[in-house]
């Protein structure tokens, strides 16, 4: 609780309970001492009254002796008013004594600390002129101290009552003044989980007023900026990547997401296809009949080949100039062939006398999984330029299709799941650094790669294997309470676990990694979780939900992949997150000025809203640099670091000795930092 | 300020300039100059016997406060006049000599315990009547100081006065000191030797 200060109404319920307690008690102390002082004053002048009126009686009677002062004496006594009476004569001695034994009329204690104390008064009794001795007398406190306790009692139960009363409408009050501090307590803590609410509340008190003014002023300013912000930075998006008439994604879309598209495929054991529809007669269409006519031209193009394209949800439709377009997926031969002639017939049935070059002329090929763009486009244009209409999908690759039997991927996958025991698991722990501008570690990326028969499988490949054969949710799991058993042996920073789509598509998942977490937070280093965008744009309940429970168990969230869709803005609006991880894409194109000003512009709006930068898959310096100079605020890549592998270092040696130096290379850090496993 | 406390010191009896300043303007030079004899007076006579002490504060209340009733002088039934007072009007009755002589002498530092106050029937008037006794020793006869009769008789030789009732002014003071240490009051009957103390205490 005092980590974040007591609260303003805890102080104030403290400070006036102490204030009205003190004040109470204080009153009732008071008004004790002010009654015990009246009754020893009564008691005193009591006392002395009756020692007067005895000396008188005694000394004109006339032959005063010790019978008759007794005798006198007794008769006062007697009322019970009197604690004590004694006559002393000149010699000092002692000629009448009566006195009391009190029983107690009150308790103990009370009369302990407020003792009456009755002054003994005295008086001289004398025969004529001859004085002879000295009467003193003191009063019985019984009846003072009862009613003395009596007062007391009764004020005590008034006070009590009284601050009850005080209390409840303190209480009250306050509750009615604290409110307003409530909501905007809430409101900041809305704004921390980048909420921008408004707060509608109005209070009676004017400096409260101003600050929730104020602040919903911020609050509307900064959701402002921000979704002004996201949409200069959409179009700015579709501006680089989308082809204004047709709305399709452009030649630049394609070469960012070719690698992408060519990884699936190859992951799926598939080709890539690549198809080129060129119009033939746009040139002569332009010149003849206007650029309106032409545009017309290619729109009707278009819509063909979306059509086309909706047929088949693994195809990409790109135009890639003005009289090309591209479609691309990943196929196996027959599906090629298939697609090949449905794209022919669609050509030829539009056809007619308007092209008098034709509709289109349409050439694919089957593209190699590392074969670069240029090379393929380069395939593409020799086909075109043979003046073949017949495709020639067939003949054209060399892509390995040649891939394990389903039966031994289930094998393999069975072998991997049937691990109990971590030091056997066939999975290998890898760290990778990510960096901030100070060259300091910001946190190492966990990455996990399978070893069969010492040989290291695709993690990729593994996992879609594994999404196959309905066994993602067990493979994951298997995953995840490795790296969970892996990570308290590491120590020195923080350390992000990367979260697939299985685990936001399995509540029962979900639920069991947040119960692993959470009882690990005492031996697991400071944790974060990458999540990829796409992930998250699927399943957008289930993220922005594992989300908040995540920042409950204090762990960061990171979004991995990002900008790999041109909506991604509006997704993390809503969502707390602590950094955005840029699409290899983004990093891949950053000699294009208008993809730097993009990321300048992603990383303007991200850190408005408090949320971090990074990139990835830096392998130059000079796109480290680049990235700096971006105020992007860490960075991750071969260029920075090797990747280590912790499992294996961890069984070559005694885990418990062994200090693990982490060396981030010299040109990003001379001294480099270290990473512990102790 | 003429504090009680005065009387039990030994330091020289000495009054403010103020009250000087105020008795002057107030009565007068001849009150002045009754009120500076009185200094004089007490501070002279300190190292004396007894006896002297006696007789000085005796001669000096019947020499210098003439005689005059309550009602005549304060117009109030019975007014128990301070020392001062009674020095500025140079007046008082019976009470303030009895007064002014126990202060005078408690000044002087005669003991306490051997003074007291007395009512006394004046059989001759037949009134009632009060008088400064001084005991010597316990048992014996007291010295009587009287503003009828100046001179300073034994109680015996005094057949003119019956005593009524005497009291110590120290019995007071005893309740005093034994009531928790504050002063014995009350609203509802002061008694005219602590109303009388009060004022003293105030300076009057």
């Known amino acids: ?223 402002k900026v921000f979704s002004e912000q996201s949409r200069y930075a959409e179009q700015l998006m579709q501006q680089a990547y989308l082809d204004p008439l047709t709305s399709l994604p452009n030649r630049r879309a394609l070469q960012q997401q070719l690698s992408n598209l060519q990884q699936d495929a190859k992951l799926n054991h598939n080709a890539l296809y690549v198809a080129m529809v060129s119009l033939s007669s746009l040139q002569q269409t332009n010149d003849e009949q206007g650029y309106a006519s032409g545009d017309q031209y290619v729109q009707k193009a278009a819509s063909l080949l979306r059509q086309l394209q909706q047929q088949y949800p693994a195809l990409q439709l790109f135009r890639l100039s003005g009289s090309e377009f591209a479609i691309i997926g990943a196929a196996d031969r027959t599906s090629a062939a298939e697609l090949d002639n449905k ?69 393999l996958i069975d072998r991997l799941l049937h691990h109990n025991d971590s030091s056997d698991a066939n999975m290998e722990l890898l760290l990778q650094p990510v960096a901030d501008q100070q060259h300091k570690l910001v946190y190492a990326e966990c990455l996990l790669r399978f070893v069969v028969d010492d040989k290291p499988l695709s993690t990729a490949e593994v996992l879609a294997m594994a999404a196959r054969l309905n066994r993602a949710d067990t493979l994951e799991r298997q995953m995840l309470q490795f790296i969970l058993q892996s990570l308290p042996q590491l120590s020195g920073g923080a350390v992000a676990i990367n979260i697939s789509e299985a685990v936001l598509c399995s509540d029962d998942l979900r639920q069991w990694l947040l119960l692993q977490l959470a009882q690990g937070a005492a031996t697991l280093p400071p944790l974060l979780v990458e999540i990829a965008e796409h992930s998250i744009i699927q399943h957008p309940q289930q993220a922005a939900q594992f989300i908040t429970k995540l920042q409950q168990l204090n762990i960061k969230v990171v979004i991995e992949r990002f900008g790999a869709n041109l909506t991604s803005l509006r997704h993390i609006q ?53 990235c700096k100079s971006l105020n992007v605020d860490g960075f991750q890549g071969f260029v920075l670091g090797e990747i280590i592998n912790f499992t294996f270092l961890s069984k070559k040696g005694d885990v418990n000795k062994t200090k693990m130096q982490y060396t981030l290379k010299q040109v990003f850090n001379p001294k480099g930092d270290t990473y512990d496993a102790s | 300020m003429l504090s009680f406390q005065v009387f039990t010191r030994v330091e020289p009896f000495a009054l403010s300039d103020t009250l000087l300043q105020q008795t002057e303007q107030g009565y007068g030079e001849a009150a002045l100059q009754r009120v500076l004899r009185w200094q004089a007076l007490i501070n002279n006579s300190r190292g004396n016997s007894d006896w002297n002490k006696l007789h000085k504060a005796n001669d000096f209340a019947n020499r210098e406060v003439a005689y005059a009733s309550d009602e005549a002088h304060w117009g109030k039934s019975d007014y128990w006049a301070t020392p001062l007072e009674s020095l500025q009007t140079g007046a008082g009755d019976c009470e303030d000599y009895v007064i002014l002589k126990y202060f005078m002498l408690r000044a002087m530092g005669v003991e306490e315990n051997k003074l007291r106050l007395m009512y006394v029937r004046a059989l001759t008037q037949n009134e009632p009547h009060m008088v400064l006794t001084y005991t010597e020793k316990p048992g014996q006869y007291p010295l009587v100081l009287d503003n009828i009769n100046p001179k300073i008789l034994p109680a015996n030789k005094r057949t003119d006065l019956r005593p009524v009732y005497a009291f110590n002014g120290s019995g007071l003071w005893m309740a005093k000191a034994q009531g928790l240490g504050n002063k014995v009051e009350n609203s509802a009957g002061v008694s005219q030797w602590q109303q009388l103390l009060e004022r003293i205490e105030h300076g009057n």
């Open chain 1, 343 to 411: 794209l022919i017939q669609a050509l030829e049935q539009e056809h007619s006398q308007c092209y008098s070059q034709g509709f289109g002329r349409a050439v694919s090929v089957l593209a190699e999984a590392a074969e670069s763009f240029s090379n393929i486009l380069a395939r593409l244009d020799t086909l075109q330029a043979q003046d073949n209409v017949q495709l020639l999908t067939g003949a054209n690759t060399e892509a390995d299709l040649c891939a394990p039997g389903r039966l031994q991927w289930q094998q």
């Open chain 1, 1 to 223: 609780m005092l980590k974040n200060g007591i609260s303003l109404s805890t102080q104030f319920y403290a400070l006036i309970i102490v204030m009205t307690f003190i004040a109470f008690a204080g009153s009732l102390l008071s008004s004790t001492l002010t009654l015990r002082d009246y009754l020893n004053s009564q008691l005193g002048s009591h006392a002395q009254d009756a020692a007067h009126n005895l000396g008188l009686a005694i000394s004109s009677s006339g032959g005063a002796d010790t019978v008759l002062i007794h005798t006198l004496a007794s008769t006062l006594f007697d009322s019970g008013y009197y604690q004590q009476i004694r006559f002393v004569d000149n010699e000092e001695r002692e000629l009448v004594n009566l006195s009391h034994d009190n029983n107690a009329a009150v308790p103990r204690w009370f009369s302990d600390v407020f003792a009456l104390q009755a002054p003994i008064m005295q008086s001289e009794i004398s025969d004529g002129w001859l004085v002879l001795g000295t009467l003193t007398v003191q009063s019985n406190t019984v009846l003072a101290e009862r009613s003395l306790w009596q007062q007391t009692t009764r004020n005590l139960l008034s006070s009590a009552l009284l601050f009850a009363l005080a209390a409840l409408a303190i209480h009250v009050i306050l509750r009615a003044l604290l409110k307003p501090l409530r909501q905007i307590v809430q409101q900041a803590e809305a704004v921390g989980r980048k909420e921008f609410r408004q707060n509608p509340g109005r209070t009676v008190t004017r400096e409260l007023n101003l600050v929730l003014g104020a602040l919903n002023s911020m609050v509307l300013n900064i959701s």
């Open chain 1, 574 to 626: 809503h969502l707390n997150i602590d950094y955005v991880k840029l699409d290899a894409g983004f990093i891949n194109d950053l000699e294009q000025e208008s993809n730097r000003f993009f990321i300048m512009t992603l990383t303007q709006i991200c850190h408005s809203v408090g949320i971090k930068v990074l990139a990835t898959h830096l392998e130059s310096i000079d796109r480290l640099e680049a």
